[in-house]
């Protein structure tokens, strides 16, 4: 791990630095206007009593926030902008506005680490050069990892799953593997994760593996869902909770296969529709949509490239890593988490951990990528 840290200091600090502020000033490149935003902004959902009641719910908590005084991470001033000083090492901006970056010198055979250089060496370095010598550190590092896929941590985190998912706990002492329906049988954990979010009868509801994972730990094994759902993922440098550890450990018994969710059931295809409004609706204190940040080719924030989610080409590459361990963070991050994150970044309400606004917008996302490869735990930034 330390040697990765010094592969890519600037993802690490990128990381810690991704603020308020930045995040709108740096999607790049905000040249024109594409379709979607120029096109009003999609109604509400009219059909499906879920997810029209879905929505509301999600609209309640909106209004809720804002009354509140705003969702609450955007109740915090608004940094100032801090002026740019150029020997500090930078994160690179793609924004036209900037100052056109001289032409890039070519790069050292060794990655150079910024951290490390002496200052003088480090303002030599344009923003350019820093950014694809962090990205070739990624690259390399996720060479490396798939050269050699049991370097990969989550594979821990998978095989504490496997155990979870094996272990008879609970006043009736009964394991997942000997009550839980994954959808292909009591107990079915291969190919799985790969055909979820699904409709399941018995909760009358679509769920994702991780809401469904939960679902049967409550249902079977007594568990207090609604404690674990009240902080459901880890902080930095934790390890993945139990459902993430079992999600982990069901994604690996798809690898190789292809996304193939659900899209039949009438509430399946519900869900769908619902994340894909979702996905273009534009909300909250700083009137994003999932799109803003995901509906476009090279678009990125500071170093990390943005998937254009909504186009099956890149879903299919991003998707189906999920869950996935996150280097910043040192932990594996489910899918749940992810959209979690993303919430927060546009300021809305907290997303809740296994909701039908959850679900939907993974159904959509897992629709978008059909037919791509299953490839989890994957790595991520
Ligand atoms: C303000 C910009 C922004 C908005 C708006 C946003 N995201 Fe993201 N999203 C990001 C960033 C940045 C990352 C990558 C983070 C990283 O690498 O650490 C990301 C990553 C993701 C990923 C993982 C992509 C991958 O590489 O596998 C998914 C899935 C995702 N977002 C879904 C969503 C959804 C769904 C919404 C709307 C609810 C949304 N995002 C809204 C910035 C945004």
């Given at each position: 791990m330390q040697a990765l840290r010094k592969l890519i200091p600037g993802a690490v600090m990128a990381g810690a630095t991704l603020m308020l502020g930045s995040i709108a000033a740096i999607i790049?490149?905000?040249?024109t206007t594409p379709a979607w935003a120029q096109a009003p902004t999609p109604p509400l959902p009219t059909k499906g009593q879920r997810a029209r009641k879905a929505y509301e719910e999600h609209l309640r908590k909106m209004d809720e926030a804002e009354k509140a005084g705003g969702a609450k991470p955007a109740?915090?001033?608004?940094?100032?902008?801090a002026p740019r000083k150029a020997a500090a090492p930078a994160p690179a901006s793609?924004?036209?506005?900037?100052a056109p970056a001289p032409a890039p010198a070519p790069l050292p055979a060794t990655l150079p680490s910024p951290a490390a250089a002496p200052p003088a060496a480090r303002s030599a370095m344009s923003a350019t050069e820093q950014d694809t010598a962090t990205e070739r550190g990624l690259d390399q590092y996720r060479r490396m990892m798939k050269a050699d896929?049991?370097?990969?941590?989550a594979l821990l985190d998978a095989d504490r799953g496997e155990a979870l998912w094996a272990a008879r706990l609970g006043p009736g002492q009964v394991s997942l593997a000997e009550?839980?329906?994954?959808?292909?049988?009591?107990?079915?954990?291969?190919?799985?994760f790969a055909e979820m979010p699904r409709y399941f009868k018995d909760a009358d509801r679509v769920q994702d593996t991780e809401t469904r994972i939960l679902w049967c730990m409550q249902s079977y094994?007594?568990?207090n869902a609604a404690a674990f759902r009240k902080n459901p993922h880890p902080g930095g440098g934790q390890p993945v909770r139990e459902v993430g550890a079992i999600a982990t450990f069901i994604a690996t018994k798809s690898?190789?296969?292809?996304?193939?969710?659900?899209?039949?059931?009438p509430k399946e295809k519900e869900a769908i529709a619902l994340g894909e409004q979702l996905f273009f609706r534009r909300q909250g204190p700083f009137d994003f949509s999932c799109a803003t940040c995901h509906?476009?080719?090279?678009?990125?924030?500071r170093l990390q490239p943005l998937p254009?989610?909504?186009e099956p080409k890149e879903a299919k590459v991003a998707?189906?890593?999920?869950p996935a361990y996150r280097v910043s963070t040192t932990h594996v991050m489910t899918m749940q988490h992810r959209l979690l994150d993303c919430y927060w970044q546009m300021r809305l309400h907290r997303l809740d951990f296994g909701s039908d606004v959850s679900v939907a917008l993974s159904a959509y996302l897992y629709d978008r990528a059909r037919?791509?490869?299953?490839?989890?735990?994957g790595v991520k930034r």
């Open positions: 790049a490149p905000p040249v109740a915090r001033p608004l940094p100032a902008p793609t924004s036209p506005a900037a896929p049991w370097s990969n941590p009550t839980c329906d994954l959808g292909k049988g009591v107990g079915v954990v291969e190919g799985a094994q007594d568990f690898a190789g296969m292809k996304i193939a969710s659900k899209a039949d059931h509906a476009g080719t090279g678009k990125r924030i254009f989610l909504s998707i189906g890593e999920w037919d791509g490869e299953m490839a989890a735990p």
